[in-house]
């Protein structure tokens, strides 16, 4: 929306994972460090947790982009998978049939395939995300899958990726052998305030910023208290706050700004919140004696009355400011647009 305007050519805080964007900050590098020390090694499990949106999957993506073609890589991003079901989509991953066919049978067919890619000088590498969704049974028959060896060399090598829930899996006492497997786990953290600073210039930086709008300095303890450091969230409210500026024809961002575009998500935020209470106060005074029918007064009294009307009064006056800036936003866009064509 706004990257014309101020000279950006690419969006800056996108959501998805783009190796492009990113950014080593001190965790981020060790995980990294970690996943090519794995793939050096060539077995075992690595595991990288962390809450969402810290950036697990950018890592992978990153990590991904970077391989060489000796390493054949297949990612699942799971749901709650059983391990049948798990075997079935690593299979599909590298491209093996598998219809019609029972686990036995996949497996054999992996098994020919892994022992082809060796034999290519090639290795498979497994990526499973989000895999705190899997049940514990399952995450055995990963370990399982990297039995699959040839000369004590496993022919498969796993990453698990997932959120904090995926630790108290791992540590249950059926897991014992999985957990002898894993040569590298690491954690995730969100980003300290030095770390915000960097990861929002970086991102704009790779987006073709040359400093405008400029950004005061005291605006990053600000936003790093706001999305609590989390890479996601950061993204999601620097989008705002860049559309906010564009809006505003701002040339510098200042902390003033920010609080402004703070007070506007959360005013978003409570507005439903409001609407909602409102329905629930709707709900507690229908029990109250027989209502007549479309006859709303008489299940409120009075004071429920105005807190509801007040509150939808809110949620209009919101929904008209938005309206506004959507029209001035659409009319900036003409005038650029026009400004282009006369080039
Ligand atoms: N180190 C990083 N460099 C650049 N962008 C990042 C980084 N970490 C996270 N992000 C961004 O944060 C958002 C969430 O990251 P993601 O990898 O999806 O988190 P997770 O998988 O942990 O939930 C994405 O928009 C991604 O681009
Ligand atoms: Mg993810």
New binding site residues.
Partial sequence: MYEDHFGLTDKPF?????PK?????AH?DRAVAYLHYGLSQGEGFIVVT?P????????ARSLLASLDDSIVPAQISTTKLNPEELVQLVAAEFNIEVEGLGKAEILRKLEQYLHQLNRQGKRALLVV?EAQNLPAETVEELRMLSNFQLDDRPLIQSFL?GQEELKPIIELPEMEQFRQRIIASCH?RPFNAEEVKG?IIH?LTQAGWKGTPELDEDIFDKITEYAAGV??KI?IFADRLFLYAFLEDLTAISIKDVQSVINEMGEELSGSLQTGRAAAATVIAGNQPEPQENDVAAVLDADTMHSILSDVGHVLDQVIQRKIKIIRYLDKLIETKKAQSQE
């Fill in positions: 996108k959501l998805s994972p783009d964007f990113f950014f080593s900050s981020h962390g969402i949106g810290t950036g697990k999957t950018t890592i995300d990726l995730l990861y991102r890479p996601r993204n």
